[in-house]
């Protein structure tokens, strides 16, 4: 992977279409492969990178339907954009088509953690203010670290102001945490699914909020 081109072309972003629905997945699959929050739901025994693939196959398919995919022209990083009216209780016949990735997921041994984990999420997100919600932000492994993260946030961020539209994401790491304070994010909460679960934070950032 050549990580400047990466890099480059993530600070002009193109939205992604059908096509590119498996290397997206297959993106954001590695990219969380690592994640506090997505270890302490997932399946733990040798199914689990095969089922994490299907569950990112099915989100990036929901992202390309109701929201926007942000990537490099050729890949290695993915940013899904939800409008926050998506956020709405899902009807029942949308839950049960979900059920069998989920429990392939996590297995009906941590079904419950991902439950949980739902549930904590909506209780934590503000929906008094339109706004966009950063479902997710992955870059490739090889790519981590050198910038092209924040190359889709600055792109993002410059889109949003335009809008006058302000932005909402949860992260489960420290690191990431200072990643969005640094594009205008600022914590809202820090609060747990469950007692054993890690910690998630929850950003918010105003539009026209520039870099701290």
């Keep these: 992977m050549d990580v400047e081109a990466v890099r480059r072309a993530a600070e002009t972003p193109v939205q992604a279409t059908a096509a590119d629905q498996d290397e997206v997945a297959r993106t954001l699959s590695d990219a969380f492969a690592a994640d506090p929050i997505t270890d302490w739901f997932m399946r733990p025994d040798a199914r689990r990178d095969a089922a994490s693939l299907a569950v990112f196959r099915r989100l990036v398919r929901d992202g390309l339907k109701r929201g926007r995919i942000d990537r490099p ?17 899902a009807p029942l016949s949308a839950e049960l088509a979900m059920l069998p990735t ?102 918010w950032r105003e539009a026209g909020a520039g870099p701290s």
């Design 102 to 203: 989920m429990l392939g997921a996590t297995g009906w041994s941590r079904f419950g953690r991902l439950m949980a984990l739902r549930a904590d999420m909506d209780a934590h997100h503000p929906m008094q203010r339109r706004h966009a919600y950063l479902w997710f932000l992955g870059v490739a492994p090889a790519a981590q670290g050198r910038g092209v993260g924040s190359a889709l946030l600055r792109a993002a961020n410059a889109r949003l102001d335009a809008e006058g539209l302000p932005a909402y994401l949860e992260t489960g790491t420290t690191r990431n945490v200072a990643l969005y304070r640094r594009h205008g994010f600022e914590v809202l909460s820090e609060h747990k699914a469950r007692a054993d679960a890690p910690p998630m934070w929850s950003m």
């Design 73 to 89: 022209a050729g890949g290695g990083a993915a940013a899904i954009w939800m409008p926050f009216e998506w956020l709405v209780p």
